[in-house]
């Protein structure tokens, strides 16, 4: 899914990019509530503020919307799809902690 939404070229049909993001907003959700809670118990812990500005960002990100145009929506399917990738990564990081 992450790799669609980051496929480059034209952008799919406007349908295709909300399905996209639904699914997006769907893993987010599940991954920074995770990735809170491993913040929310790792105070003091190397690198923390900018994780926890990172996390902020993307609860904006998930509340843009995509947007009237096909562009706009292609780039917000992308945001989320990079957020979405990042959050995978913390995760996988604090498993192997």
Do not use: K, N
């Not at 049909?13 to 769907?26: I, M």
């Not at 809670?37 to 509340?63: D, F, K, N, V």
């Not at 009237?68 to 917000?76: E, I, K, T």
């Amino acid at each position: 899914m992450i790799g669609r939404a980051l496929c480059p070229g034209p952008p799919p049909p406007y349908d295709e990019l909300v399905v996209l993001e639904q699914t997006l907003l769907h893993l987010i959700t599940g991954l920074w509530a995770a990735a809170h809670e491993t913040e929310r118990r790792g105070r003091g812990t190397p690198g923390r503020e900018p994780r926890r500005a990172r996390l902020e960002a993307i609860r904006y990100q998930t509340a843009v919307g995509l947007g009237d145009g096909l562009m706009s929506a292609q780039m917000q399917v992308r945001a989320l799809a990079r957020e979405c990738q990042w959050l995978l990564d913390q995760c996988s990081a604090e498993v192997g902690r």
